[in-house]
């Protein structure tokens, strides 16, 4: 570790170390590392406790005290090896866990490698350590603006240039455009990320009011608040709804739809709609306390169609390898391959058609109610239908080895 550092630190200058006492300790580089100050001086490495250091002036006229490998890091990243600025960001994180510069490195460098996921949960960390930071904001809008969240990536450029005004961070939010007009009604804030479509807006609407009426009459209770949805016009048009590793970002308590290319709503965008609608309403009733195949189930069955739809294919792959148990469905399904995930999104559409078909739409309503209360889904499943976890999991099992006699 000390020769990768020394290979990492010899600038051309020196940084000043002034001590408290007065005195002035010239070295080829300094850094912060927990409670103490580091520094090179002639290939070996000292250190001085913390306390003991009134200040650190860069040699380089820059920010002080950073990490050899951040350093690294950045000069990698600006000559466009960006697998070299990861590999010296996680070196300054192995010393430093908690060292929002190095997070800051790191999620640089996984947003230069297309890692947008990573670099999301990177720098929600750094913020989280160092709230308004504005190189962190930047960061995060950077993220955003890459996964075309664009009016979200917009809000975190705006609050990085108020915290330290940079032309860089001005020339990416001109970059964005301006923003556009909403449409809305008493249940959805409609907003537009990219070009506005006002006559799209306005059918979508009347798509999500739709929606609205008729997810209120099955589940029985609405939000208490509206509903934001963001209709991504510089975006392509996809189906969204069976895309773990995304989930998050197309609903996070506000809806986002690509529709670049929609000049109406078609059939697969009003199924997205509806199901994403789904999500909304139940968050509203049980916050994240309802297992992700219950979420999902009740969304894909609210998106519209036969509930049993899934049936078929899964009792055909039961007949070769056992289902994934419902109890180990509770978790996003953002890490499990796509095979896999496929299998675990039609899994929780049939264990809802299982629940509709023999305790109704009461049922269903009496489980989100007892999630609602806070209890475990192994506690609101026998208080909502009288059955346990092992018991559902038996009886919607033998209901499709049934269904494929």
Known sequence: MAAAILAAVRPAGADSIVL?????????????????????????????????????????????????????????????????????????????????????????????????????????????????????????????????????????????????????????????????????SARFRIRFDGASDEPLGLAVLNVLDQAWEDHERRLGFAPSLPVTVVLQTARAFQDTTRAPGWAAAWNDGTIRVPVMGLDRPTATLVRVLRHEVGHSFVAARTGPNCPTWLQEGLAQWLEGGDPGREDASLASLSRKAALPRLDSLEQPFVDLPEARAQVAYAESLSAVAYILKHHGEDGLRRLIAALATGLKTAEALPAAIGLSYADLQRAWEKRLVASKQ
């Open 20 to 184: 408290t006492s007065g005195r002035v300790i010239e070295a080829d580089h300094a850094w912060l590392e927990g409670l103490e100050v580091r520094y090179v001086r002639n290939d070996t490495i000292y250190s001085v406790p913390r306390e003991l250091v009134a200040r650190v002036e860069a040699s380089d006229g820059g920010p002080a005290l950073v990490d050899p490998d951040v350093r690294k890091s950045r000069e990698q990243l600006a000559s466009g090896q960006a697998q070299e600025a990861l590999r010296h960001a996680r070196l300054a994180l192995f010393r430093q866990p908690q060292s929002v510069t190095a997070l800051q490195a790191l999620a640089a460098a996984q947003i230069a490698l297309g890692d947008m996921i990573r670099a999301r949960a990177t720098i929600t960390e750094a913020l989280s350590l160092e709230p308004g930071s504005p190189l962190s904001l930047e960061l995060l809008g950077d993220v955003l603006a890459e996964t075309g969240d664009f009016a979200s990536a917009r809000e975190q450029y705006r609050l990085a240039s108020e915290a330290a005004p940079q032309p860089r961070v001005h020339k990416k939010l001109e970059a964005l455009g301006p923003v556009a007009g909403p449409v809305s």
